[in-house]
């Protein structure tokens, strides 16, 4: 019995750990890949009649907004951007991206874009050329080099309708922002020739914003609303994903409870074990009883049996849960190897891996639970034990 409830209590602990630790690090990962891949805060202009009296939400006056917005503490910078969806097209494949127009100063600005571990090409030739996501290039089959064809609905207009523009652009930078929804459906153009392409001459659609602390955004709002003024808003990250990050916040307290009662369950062998080795020493119990020993030492004995079986198995819990957070790669890939690959589908869960990251907070909150878990289950038998009248004790024996 007390083999079965250290191994036990050593599991609880370990899955614990281990859950905490991917739950942690999912989450840093997910928010990093949001903040290092796009804007903090976004600027965008109401819908408004122009000169022609056509609907737009474009930003003429893009240039002296950016310089307002920058000028407020806590922004590190601000970049005019335009958007559009086009067809992209190469070697008989096509896809549906998204076109982004940013200059090459404001795509280096974002560090999950442009990173030299995870990038392919010289991004130095941006300015030649397009930036395509690694997605898109797999899905199509394009290298760095290469011409890429854009159709955008969107193009000249002519006496008898609208006609399609087609472009051909170089692929001179392959990236990966870790995120599967960015690097399958994004492209980066440089901002001038974006304008032109999509007809926003003199215009941008949006202003991106990037702040020193993304996440002090309740600070920052305020000064931004008043350097825009009227006319526009403004979309924050956590807009976009809040509600992912509290469901997701959700799950992680639940899955906390569910696996705090996991070890509750397995602290509870400690009892039935107690309990049998109280019935068992009754008539030990009786002498040291009768020779003068106190309820509080019986007690105490009884206390501590139960309490190191909690300590060994929490330790133990506590190695194999450290040791599986930090090799999670090389026992992910062997997981996968072993189900023969597509254990894990970016397409549904949106980043390529399984993170884990062990925090001290992650690992001291499981070894407080399970400890504090141990001693409260000892009590009862314990006290059982000290409160067994040494007469019966021998008498039963």
Partial sequence: MTWISLIGIALAVFALIATLAVRSGFRTEFVDTILGANAHVTYYSFTRLDEAGNSTNTIA????????????PGVTHVAPVVRGQVLAGFGGRNAGVMVVGMAAADVAALPRIVDPET??????????GIAVGAGIARQLGLAVGDSLRLVSPDGARTPFGTSPRVGVYEVAYIFSAGRYDIDA??????????????????VADEIELLLDDPEA???????????????????????????FLRALEVEDNVMFVILSVLVLIATMNIVSGLIMLVKNKQADIGILRTIGLSEGSVMRVF???????????TAAGVVLGCLFALNIDAIFALVNGVSGGGVWDPVIRGIYYLPAELRAGDV??????????????????????????????????
């Fill in 61 to 72: 006056d893009y240039t002296a907004r950016a310089d307002a917005l920058r000028a407020v």
């Fill in 119 to 128: 990038g392919i090409g010289d991004f130095a030739r941006y300015g030649d």
């Fill in 185 to 202: 459906t994004r492209i980066y153009m440089p901002f001038t020739e974006a304008q032109a392409y999509f007809n926003r001459d003199g």
């Fill in 217 to 243: 955004l309740e600070r920052v709002m305020p000064r931004l609303w008043q350097a825009a003024g009227p006319g526009g808003a403004f979309q924050t990250w956590q807009d976009r994903s809040g509600a």
């Fill in 303 to 313: 206390f501590i049996c139960g309490t190191s079986v909690g300590v060994i198995g």
């Fill in 364 to 397: 001291l909150t499981a070894v407080a639970l399970s400890l504090a878990l141990s001693c409260v289950v000892t009590i009862f038998p314990a006290r059982r034990a000290a409160r067994l009248n040494p007469v019966e004790a021998l008498r039963d024996a």
